[in-house]
């Protein structure tokens, strides 16, 4: 047996039929069309890659099969976003259980360390990240309210009329947007860089993260918005190695979305935007 990792064009296949299960679950919301493009996948790398790796290399299977629990885990509750107390409960175990099961697999069943959290790079940020973190907020002013208000696509938030409301979306943008970082680029990503170059295995887990977007609210020309968006975050991680400013950089976003869904359900609550 030779201590070989399968080629990245041999292994392309199946790791698209894994993360072609993310708009069959998200978009289409299809779960049997999900399952059979995870189990294709998954049976696909573990056919290809039998007698060519040995245990302590990095798997493709394997990398896939982490993905895929993750992603099961995450069909199993609607993402409509709601905010009553069953519906953030939900979302915290079903968002929680599909970053720490698959480190957990990863680490105490397949005992490897395919998945981390690298919160800082041991590096200051330089004027080029502190640049951007600017541009994204003067960015998500001009163009998230047009986005937002025009297409209609804020109707897909509950009206958020009453202080409670408002700090329940306020806990609720925040946290989705931090375990987006966790489970899109520290855990998809991670466990794709292992098998491809950087550029295809951001470009298939932009396919995971954005389907994901779709289901939870982003929809209409959303896409326009959320694949640079996705490509754009799994290139800063390339470029930081810190998950702290991808979060960061993330939560900055996500605070304009918070205003503008305020502004939208409540004209005149938050007169900062132009539209």
Not at 125 to 148: E, T
Not at 190 to 211: E, K, M
């Amino acid at each position: 047996m030779n201590d070989v990792r399968l080629p990245a064009r041999a292994g392309l296949a199946p790791a698209m039929l894994v993360c072609a299960a993310a708009p069959a679950f998200f978009v289409l919301e299809t779960p049997w069309l999900g399952w059979v493009l995870l189990a294709a996948g998954i049976a696909l790398a573990a056919l290809l890659e039998r007698g060519r790796v040995r245990a302590s290399a990095p798997s493709l299977t394997r990398d896939l099969s982490l993905i895929a629990l993750g992603m099961l885990v995450v069909s199993v509750i609607p993402l409509a976003a709601e905010l009553d107390n069953g519906a953030m409960l939900r979302f915290t175990l079903a968002l929680g259980g599909a970053v720490v099961l698959p480190y957990v697999v990863s680490r105490f069943v397949y005992r490897d360390r395919a998945i981390s959290f690298p919160w800082r790079a041991g590096r200051r940020w330089g004027r080029l990240q502190w640049g951007w973190l600017v541009a994204v907020l003067v960015l998500g002013w001009l163009i998230l309210p047009f986005y937002f208000i025009t297409s209609g696509v804020y109707q897909n938030w509950p009206v958020i009329d009453t202080p409670d409301l408002i700090a329940r979306l306020f806990v609720g943008v925040g946290a989705v947007g931090i375990w987006d970082e966790l489970f899109f680029i520290c855990t998809v990503f991670a466990l794709l860089r292992r098998h491809f170059p950087d550029v295809l295995a951001n470009l298939l887990q932009t396919i995971v993260f954005v389907s994901f977007l779709w289901e939870l609210g982003y929809r209409e020309w959303g896409p326009l918005l959320t694949i640079p968006f996705a490509l754009l975050q799994g290139f800063i991680f390339l470029r930081t190695h810190s998950l702290a400013y991808v979060v960061t950089v993330h939560l900055l976003f996500d605070a304009v979305v918070f205003g503008v869904l305020v502004h939208a359900h409540n004209p005149g609550m938050l007169p900062i935007f132009l539209v």
